[in-house]
């Protein structure tokens, strides 16, 4: 069993701490405060999730994934360099400005990736990418898609990269499914994917999707 920090508490941090939790994970939940709202489905009813605020979700967790708004997540992770120190951070994020819509807009690195800005601020943190390509329901229930989806790996640890493979069977994802693009600086490539979804959304409505290899 790994314990496993999330930080964020919205609908994709929820839906992962739920299915890691059920998985024999024990899972922090991280809220920014104790009235911050956690979205469906947990509602502290799963035995395995329990909660605190962030700064402390960092420190006593093995395995910290990100699920915070990508925008602000820079700043909000820099601030956690201590208690991150020697963790793997599995950032599932991707930073967007918002169209008017709202539905992503622009990349904010251009050129880049949060995943490396991530990596760069927090230099004794093995940041690995991953889960970014999907809509957040696809992430726990990769099977339910009619075709078999990808879902992408990014990072400069291998062993991270290894933990976090393991950590995604957990959720559902067959080995097949798995690629390996390598170091971090590939994250810029899965992270600029995301602005193909909000087109596929505006057509097709809130549906779950993958942005997937076809081999």
């Excluded at 839906?15 to 899972?27: C, F, I, Y």
């Excluded at 402390?56 to 820099?78: E, F, K, M, W």
């Excluded at 400069?156 to 995604?168: F, I, N, Q, S, Y």
Aim: include cysteine; glycine fraction near 10%.
């Amino acid at each position: 069993m790994t314990s496993i920090g999330i930080l964020g508490a919205g609908r994709v941090g929820a839906n992962l701490a739920d299915k890691l939790a059920s998985s024999g994970h024990h899972v922090v939940l991280g809220r920014r405060s104790p009235k911050e709202r956690t979205e469906a489905p947990v509602h502290g009813n799963n035995p395995g999730i329990s909660f605190a605020d962030q700064r402390t979700t960092a420190r006593t967790s093995d395995i910290v994934i990100n699920a915070t708004p990508g925008d602000s997540s820079l700043d909000r992770l820099t601030g956690l360099r201590a208690e991150l120190a020697g963790k793997i951070l599995v950032d599932v994020s991707n930073a967007t400005t918002d169209a008017d819509d709202g539905l992503p807009g622009a990349l904010c690195y251009p050129g880049s990736s949060l995943a490396e800005q991530l990596q760069a601020a927090l230099p004794d943190t093995r940041v690995v990418k991953t889960l970014n390509t999907m809509l957040f329901m696809v992430m726990t229930a990769p099977a339910s898609l009619a075709t078999p989806p990808t879902v992408y790996l990014s990072g400069d640890d291998e062993h991270a990269k290894k933990a976090v493979t393991g950590m995604l069977g957990d959720l559902g994802w067959q080995p097949s499914w798995i690629e390996d693009l390598g170091d971090i600086t590939t994250a810029r490539a899965t992270e600029a994917m995301i602005l193909v979804v909000p087109h596929v959304l505006r057509r097709r409505g809130f549906q779950p999707f993958a942005v997937s290899l076809a081999r």
